[in-house]
Structure formats: structure tokens, C-alpha cells
RNA sequence: GCGGGCGUGCCGGAAUGGUAGACGGAAGGGUCUUAAAAACCCUCGGCUGCAAGGCCGUGCGGGUUCGAGUCCCGCCGCCCGCACCA
């Protein structure tokens, strides 16, 4: 009978409550993850970046998932020998706050600071290698204050400009509405729909990076595809062309209408001129006609909800006017239609009814004339005619004068070109993207630096004047901004003429600060944004981490704002980050009383046949909907509370190993529990390491081997950022060792030790204290090298060869892996069950792909 | 309507054109225990067979290939984004 290894010892289990913290402050101790503002010469530099959260109060478990996927990678790259930068801080300005205010009396700073001191814990607990010495919030004024330079340098610059404008006014939340912040028709944050208002508001001028935002996407090879098109779309480039109708008769002092369209080949089919509600000719209209203001009333009432544009019921009005067409001279009447948006090209169009289905739709109901001037390809010219249906694609101009026999592209160029000729307009191309508008009217964000002064206009504030510091003593108790009824804070005297005027009340849209905070932390305690030499170095973000719900607002604002800042000399690099990796949502099930209440998964309970009770009651629950963690529907999981009960290890192990990160995944108790067993596991066979007293040498070899496939195979499956395969690689490594009770302890050590290097950067607490425990003065695994699979041993002795016949799988051959193909061939065909496939035929080719397969063909 | 993604056991999922279902979860059975928990062991796509094995199987229908979950063509379904954008 061989000897069996010891059992391990019943009383040993894994401490995590004791362990965890005690190497966060090793960790700490020994400042692993802290990096200088400039690298050395000579440095691999890499900068890890998730996100920064929001100081709601608690952290949630999509924080718990952005966070370990970012330090995954942050161990992983500092393993392999970079110098990683992954530092924190705080989105901390923002509405929440003002509401808290509101309903309870305490100051937003307040509020946020303590929702800052109890999540900046509760992410301690998790054990990230995070660099805490370089956080800061954004409502710092030593963060807003260099963001009010920024603002003042892109004033300067002519990146930022006033303008009065409609604006998306939120009458809900009391405050102007960027567009990227209106879903449906409705404000981001409160639901409410929104409304249009004219004011006057800062902008940034994003449009004028429009081009190069538009191309550089081509060039971020390592973001999703999916953000790069919808960061596209909505950027919106269309070719095409304005063309200035002239009025027959003159409208008040307006001789002319201008519309955009990208198919000035059609122009020979016009049936009419149609305009926005909001387009000056329709106000005039309205002055003119009782009717048309009705109607334009009408329309604003109906907005362009999804409802009314699902019915696609088109209205319009006739105005009376009448436009000439620049080639033929001919008289068109202009038109007031709901489907014409002011905020797109010109605010009108010209309708072309057979090739345009809405303009076609639109001249049925109103019996306008419909003209086809493309002809599909291979169509007779006598009888073409549209019907119901416009006719969109390419085909030849007919009907069309100068452009007759014309391809769609040339007819487009020749009309383009004797528009010019006329002086009747341009080829251009139009943008769908709006210039930034960052003005709010709110107190608890970061002021905007300018002064009004009744004979010098808009001022800015002197530099020597920065930061302007938001008041603390305000009154939440009256509706509006505080800002505006503060008793002294907007009185100042202007810096240009000295004599008393108004300081700018409104603060900017928080999405500017967030812009650029990636660069702050570079040099988060500069006097200026940024110093050159340590963006220089660590920009750009080289893996950014985050929520695909950001894939416009947040990353094409830090795209345009990265550019704002090389043109005002701040940094070089025009993109600001290199990688982006966008994860899933963290989804539970949902769960309802008898009485339609939501409750919280603590309060049910699971019994066997799969139904729920209440728990300590015999209440049935009805089982809903896998979904979004949300508080409304209680479908929520405390991270504080499973850390408490399981640890952060296991936390961090479960959320990795349950799919890929870009899915969403579903929190379950089960999978959690799971996780826990494992870390158990881990550590019961990493303590019961003893040598055998007869070690089986060839156990030992096969060992070895395992070990290192599996380093070969974690190390992969992170640089592709499949946690999931590389926790499953560490499970198989674990099932080799636990089923190689006999091999020599040396290979067993060997297999542990790179099994917990290997899952250091998912459970960083256990792998330290493993690797204490094999040798107490062996330093921290979170300082070394990652390993590197031994070649020779990744390579096997022998090889098993599936056998097919006709392509079936018929048998399996164990073969040296340099065998040659008559001697795999001799062994497949003498296989007991090939030799049955083979049915006495005679094998007409071989195949033998080299440790793959073997094809027999008969 | 436009654009993108995805369809694999009970579930999450794995699989450079080469043994489909790795790994985990759930479930069932067993060992240990007075009992439970923990731990450990076994089973776990379907049909069929005493067994060896055989047949079927990656949404559906075709195709390319010695060989297709993977590549190509055509459908169906689901999810996401955008949308009266001229």
C-alpha cells in the first residue's frame, strides 16, 4: 500500500476577517501602488483608469465590478513589469446633493464629504491597488479652480462662446439640459419632459473639433465598436448642400430662405419649401395669419415625442409665400411642417416627394405635386411612376434639365456646381453634433468664472482671483438657485472699470468635471490644470473602465475637452484614452410580496421546489424578472454586507468568474457561496503540503506540466480580458494538484505557489496570505514578476489524436507528439473501433494534422 | 426604418476550421455524522444498447471543406443603440 499525505488539519480555516485588512495595510506599509508624477527615464508606464464614481452614499455592486476588472488589470500590468498608475477620487458635484439638502437640512458639501469618507472605506475594504495618495474630489477648489483656468484659457482661445439660444429647459429639476442629457423627449435625471426655452448659456464649441472627432474614432482600435458608431451617428456628418431659395415677394426684410439637403439632384422634383415651427418665416407667418400661429402653438405642444413620431402623422401649413427655384425660376409655395427641425441644418428644407419617403407622405396628404426625376436602373421613362412608396436609391436623372442621363454622385456634383455658379448656395457638410451647452442654474457645482458689467459685457475673472470659491452660507429653503438670492456673493465690482456689477451665477454642467480629471491626477496637487511633464508621460488613460451608459456624454466630452486642452498648450495628445473596455450591469432577480410590494432578496426565502416565501412567514413571493440592480425594485445586494460575510476575495472571485465582462451577469447567493467553497479549498490544500515518503516521480512530471499550461493559459486569457476562462483555468490548476496527492512535494509547492500568483490579481488577501505561510520573508506577491511559462515544459511527451472516419470521431491514439504520419497512420488504422468504422473499405486519404486529428476518408 | 450584437445542456458559460459542452452553479445519489452544516466521492445533452458501442445534437434551411458551433448565402428569434437628421 503506498502512504496517503496528511489530511490537512480540521482548525485551519481561512481567516479572511483577520487577513484582509491586514495586507490593505502591508500593502499600504510598503506604498506598492504608489507611483511619481514623472516616471523615471526608461519606465513602462501604464495607466489604469475606471470611472469615477459618483459619492452617492454606499457603493453598489456595478461599483464592486468596474473596480475589481480595473484592478485585475492594475496587478496584472504592474506584475508585468510596468509602472502602473490607478488612482481614485470623486465625481462629486451634482444634483443629489442639492436635493438631499432640500429634504434634510444639511449642506451639500456636507453631505458629500461624509458619502466621500464612508464609500472611500468601503472601497479600502475591497483591497484594491488603488493610490489613495493622489484622490480628490471635483468639488475641491483646488480641483475647480484650475478647471475655471481651463474654461478662461478656452475663452481666450475662442473655444467657448454665449450664445442665445433655445434651450432644453427641465422644468423639473429647474435647470438647462445639455442634448445629449434629453432621452425621448425627456430630462436624464428627472423624467421630466422638456421643455424649449431661449437664454442666454455658455457653450463650448465642440462642433469645431467635429470633423477630427468624427476621424480620429478610426484610430481607437482598441475601444468596442459599438461606442465608436454610436459616438459616430451622433456626431452626424452629412454631405450635401444649402441652396438660398428666393422669396417671390420679400417677408418683411427676408428675401430669401435657405435649406440643407444632401440630394441636390432631385432638385428638379421639388413640390415645396417646408420650414420649422420655430423658423423665423413661420413667425412671420404667424404675425400675418391667426391660423398659423394656431398651428405652430400646435406643434410645440406636440413636440417630437416618440409617440407622435411613431404615429408619423405629418402636418403642416401653408403660409401663402412662394419661393422661385434657382434653375427654372418656377414658383413653389413655402410650407410650416411638424417634421422639420429647427436644430438640423438650416431649420427647412425643400420637398422632394418621390424620392424622400416623408416628403412623399407629406405632398399625398396635401396634394402637392410629385415628380420623379431618378430613374431606377433599367426602368422605361415613359411609364416610371411612384406610388406610395418614394424611390431612395440610385438610378439616372431624368426630368432634370442639365443633370438628364446623370448618375445619383455625378448629378449631385453638376447641381452642387451651377448652385455655386448662381451664387444660390454651397456644397457643405452638415453636422448633426450641437455645440456644448454647460451653463446650469444651480448651486452645487463649479461656478463659472465670468462677471457681468453693464458697460463692459461679459469679464472674465482674473487669474489672481481663482479659484471662485462657491459660498457656504445659502438658503436651500426658496426654490431656484442659491446663488441668485445669496445677499452678497454676485456683487462685485467689475475687474475691467471698477464700477459695481453682477458675478455669473449659473455652474457648469458636472460633465465638465469630469472632462478631464484623468489628466488632474497626473499632478493632482499642481498650482495649474496640469503640469506638462507628468501629462507628458502618463497621458493617454492606457485602459479605461466603465459603463457602456457613458459611451456619448462622458467619452465625447473628454475626447473634445482633451483637444480644447492641446489647443490651449496644456497637453499634446489629442485622444485621452487608448483603451476602453465597457462592462456589463449587475442584474438580480426582483421580487414581489402578496401584496405587490418589492422586497430586498434578505427578506424571501428559497424553497426547494424553487418558489419564495417571506422570510419567517408563509407570505408567497412572487418571482420576477432578472434585471438591473435598482433601489426602486429592492433587487439590490449590499457589497458591505457580503464582504462582511464572505470577504473581498470572494466578492472579487465571484464577480469575475461568472461570465464575461462585458455582459451583464446575475448576482446570485448560490454563485457567491461557490466562490467562498473555493477560497476555502485553496487554502485547506495549500496547508496540507507534506512529502510523501515514496513521491511518484512521473505524477510529479505531469504536475509540472499542468502548471505550467495553466500559467500559459491565465496569462492569455487576462490579456484578453476573459476573467471568467482565467478563473477557470485556476480551478483546473487546483483540480491537477488535488488529484496529485503523490507527486513530490517540490512540484506540488511549485503548482501551488504559481496558482496563487496566478489568481493574485482577482484575490490578491489569500494569495498573500499563502504565500506568507509557505515563507514568511519571501516579500509580498503584490511585488513580484508575474511567470513566465518554461517552454520545455509546456511541451508534451505525448499526444492524444482524435481518429475520425469521414470526419466521425471514431477513436482516440496516444502518439509521440514528433511521430511521424505513417506511424500515426499505421496506429489509427489498427484502433479496434476504426478498424469497425472502416468496414474492411480500403482509405483513399489520410489527413493527419499534428496533435489535432487524424481523418481517415474511405 | 437605420446601425450593431447575440442564439451552445436545467443555468452562467468554454472551444487558433480539428475529440462540442472546459470550468462553475443548480439538481440527484453516496461517504463521514446521533443529526445537520462543512468536507470528500459519483452521476448529470437526448435516444438506444447487457456491454462494447451506435444514432442524433451548437436557432432554421442551404453551401464551402477530409472535417463547420466557428467560414459563406438566405431565413427566424432575442437584445442594445439611434431615429420625422432633410
Given at each position: ?427 457643405v457638410t452638415n453636422w448633426r453634433l450641437r455645440d456644448w451647452g454647460v451653463s446650469r442654474q444651480r448651486y452645487w457645482g463649479c461656478p463659472i468664472p465670468v462677471i457681468h458689467c453693464d458697460d463692459c459685457g461679459v469679464v472674465p475673472v482674473p487669474a489672481a482671483q481663482l479659484p471662485v470659491v462657491l459660498p457656504e452660507d445659502v438658503d436651500f429653503s426658496r426654490p431656484g438657485n442659491p446663488l441668485d438670492h445669496h445677499p452678497s456673493w454676485r456683487h462685485v465690482n467689475c475687474p475691467s472699470c471698477g464700477k459695481p456689477a453682477r458675478r455669473e451665477t449659473d455652474t457648469f454642467d458636472t ?348
Amino acid at each position: 500500500m503506498p502512504d496517503t499525505p496528511q489530511p490537512p488539519h480540521q482548525d485551519t480555516r481561512y481567516d479572511f476577517a483577520a487577513a484582509e485588512p491586514r495586507w490593505q495595510q502591508a500593502w499600504e506599509a510598503a506604498r506598492c501602488f504608489s507611483v511619481p508624477d514623472v516616471p523615471p527615464a526608461g519606465a513602462r508606464k501604464y495607466y489604469v483608469l475606471e470611472m469615477f464614481p459618483y459619492p452617492s452614499g454606499k457603493i453598489h455592486m456595478g461599483h464592486v465590478r468596474n473596480y475589481t476588472l480595473g484592478d485585475v488589470v492594475a496587478r496584472y500590468k504592474r506584475a508585468r513589469g510596468h509602472l502602473v498608475m490607478h488612482p481614485m477620487g470623486w465625481d462629486a458635484f451634482g444634483l443629489p446633493a442639492e436635493n438631499a439638502a432640500r429634504e434634510r437640512g444639511t449642506h451639500p458639501g456636507e453631505w458629500t464629504r461624509a458619502n466621500i469618507a464612508n464609500m472611500r472605506a468601503e472601497l479600502k475594504r475591497m483591497g484594491l491597488s488603488l493610490e489613495w495618495e493622489r484622490e480628490f474630489a471635483t468639488c475641491d477648489p483646488e480641483y475647480y479652480g484650475q478647471q475655471q483656468k481651463l474654461f478662461l484659457d478656452c475663452l481666450a482661445a475662442g473655444l467657448v462662446e454665449r450664445k442665445e439660444s433655445w434651450v432644453n429647459w427641465d422644468p423639473v429639476d429647474g435647470t438647462v439640459l445639455a442634448n445629449e442629457q434629453v432621452i425621448d423627449g425627456k430630462g436624464w435625471r428627472s423624467g421630466a419632459a422638456v421643455e424649449k426655452k431661449k437664454l442666454s448659456q455658455w457653450f463650448f464649441a465642440i462642433t469645431k473639433f467635429a470633423p477630427d472627432l468624427l476621424d480620429a474614432l478610426g484610430e481607437l482600435d482598441r475601444w468596442p465598436e459599438r461606442v465608436r458608431l454610436m459616438q459616430a451617428n451622433w456626431i452626424g456628418r452629412s454631405e450635401g448642400a444649402r441652396v438660398r431659395f428666393q422669396l417671390a415677394t420679400p417677408v418683411d426684410d427676408t428675401a430669401e430662405v435657405e435649406v440643407f439637403t444632401t440630394r441636390p439632384d432631385t432638385l428638379f422634383g421639388m413640390s415645396f419649401v417646408a420650414v420649422a415651427a420655430e423658423h423665423p418665416l413661420a413667425a412671420a407667418a404667424a404675425a400675418r395669419s391667426a391660423e398659423a400661429a394656431a398651428f405652430i402653438a400646435e406643434c410645440r405642444a406636440m413636440g417630437t415625442s416618440e409617440v407622435v413620431i411613431e404615429q408619423g402623422e405629418k402636418k403642416g401649413f401653408d403660409t401663402g409665400f412662394t419661393v422661385k427655384h434657382p434653375f427654372t425660376g418656377q414658383e413653389y409655395p413655402v410650407w410650416i411642417a411638424n417634421f422639420v427641425l429647427m436644430e438640423y441644418g438650416t431649420g427647412a428644407i425643400f420637398g422632394c416627394p418621390a424620392h424622400d419617403q416623408r416628403d412623399l407622405d407629406f405632398a399625398r396628404k396635401y396634394g402637392l405635386s410629385v415628380t420623379p426625376v431618378v430613374l431606377p436602373n433599367g426602368a422605361d421613362p415613359a411609364t416610371f411612376a411612384v406610388g406610395t412608396e418614394a424611390f431612395t436609391d440610385d438610378g439616372i436623372s431624368f426630368n432634370s434639365g442639365f443633370l438628364n442621363g446623370l448618375d445619383v454622385t455625378a448629378a449631385k456634383r453638376a447641381a452642387i456646381a451651377r448652385i455655386e455658379e448662381l451664387g444660390q448656395g454651397q456644397g457643405v457638410t452638415n453636422w448633426r453634433l450641437r455645440d456644448w451647452g454647460v451653463s446650469r442654474q444651480r448651486y452645487w457645482g463649479c461656478p463659472i468664472p465670468v462677471i457681468h458689467c453693464d458697460d463692459c459685457g461679459v469679464v472674465p475673472v482674473p487669474a489672481a482671483q481663482l479659484p471662485v470659491v462657491l459660498p457656504e452660507d445659502v438658503d436651500f429653503s426658496r426654490p431656484g438657485n442659491p446663488l441668485d438670492h445669496h445677499p452678497s456673493w454676485r456683487h462685485v465690482n467689475c475687474p475691467s472699470c471698477g464700477k459695481p456689477a453682477r458675478r455669473e451665477t449659473d455652474t457648469f454642467d458636472t460633465f465638465v468635471d469630469s472632462s478631464w480629471y484623468f489628466a488632474r491626477f497626473c499632478s493632482p496637487r499642481a498650482g495649474v490644470p496640469v503640469t506638462p511633464e507628468a501629462v507628458d508621460a502618463w497621458l493617454p488613460v492606457d485602459q479605461y473602465i466603465g459603463g457602456i451608459e457613458h459611451a456619448i456624454l462622458h467619452l465625447l466630452y473628454s475626447r473634445f475637452f482633451t483637444r480644447a486642452m492641446k489647443a490651449t498648450g496644456h497637453v499634446k495628445l489629442d485622444e485621452p484614452f487608448a483603451g476602453l473596455f465597457t462592462q456589463g450591469m449587475v442584474t438580480h432577480e426582483s421580487y414581489k410580496g402578496a401584496d405587490g410590494r418589492w422586497l430586498y432578496p434578505e427578506e424571501i426565502e428559497k424553497r426547494a421546489d424553487g418558489s419564495a416565501i417571506v422570510k419567517g412567514s408563509d407570505e408567497p413571493v412572487t418571482v420576477g424578472r432578472i434585471e438591473s440592480m435598482s433601489k426602486s425594485k429592492r433587487n439590490t445586494v449590499d457589497p458591505g454586507a457580503i464582504i462582511n460575510r464572505y470577504g473581498a476575495d470572494t466578492a472579487r472571485w465571484f464577480i469575475l468568474s461568472d461570465n464575461p465582462p462585458e455582459r451583464d451577469m446575475e448576482w446570485s447567493e448560490s454563485g457567491v457561496a461557490g466562490a467562498s467553497r473555493f477560497i476555502g479549498r485553496i487554502w485547506r490544500l495549500a496547508q496540507g503540503m507534506s512529502e510523501v515518503a515514496t513521491p511518484d516521480e512521473a505524477m510529479g512530471k505531469k504536475l509540472r506540466q499542468a502548471t505550467h499550461r495553466a500559467i500559459a493559459s491565465v496569462t492569455e486569457a487576462l490579456e484578453a480580458f476573459t476573467f471568467n476562462v482565467a478563473v477557470a483555468k485556476v480551478h483546473e490548476l487546483a483540480n491537477t494538484i488535488a488529484d496529485s496527492p503523490m507527486a513530490p512535494l517540490a512540484a506540488r509547492r511549485e503548482a501551488m505557489e504559481a496558482l496563487i500568483r496566478l489568481a493574485s490579481p482577482m484575490m490578491p488577501h489569500l494569495a498573500e496570505e499563502v504565500w506568507a505561510s509557505f515563507n514568511a520573508d519571501a516579500g509580498l506577491v503584490a511585488q513580484l514578476p508575474w511567470l513566465e511559462a518554461d517552454p520545455e515544459l509546456l511541451r508534451a511527451d505525448s499526444v492524444t489524436l482524435a481518429v475520425q472516419v469521414l470526419g466521425k470521431l471514431r477513436g482516440t491514439i496516444e502518439v509521440a507528439v514528433d511521430a511521424s504520419d505513417e506511424e500515426v497512420f499505421a496506429l489509427a488504422e489498427s484502433e479496434p473501433n476504426v478498424i469497425r468504422a472502416l468496414d474492411g473499405k480500403p482509405v483513399k486519404k489520410r489527413i493527419h494534422v499534428k496533435g489535432r486529428v487524424v481523418n481517415l476518408v474511405i
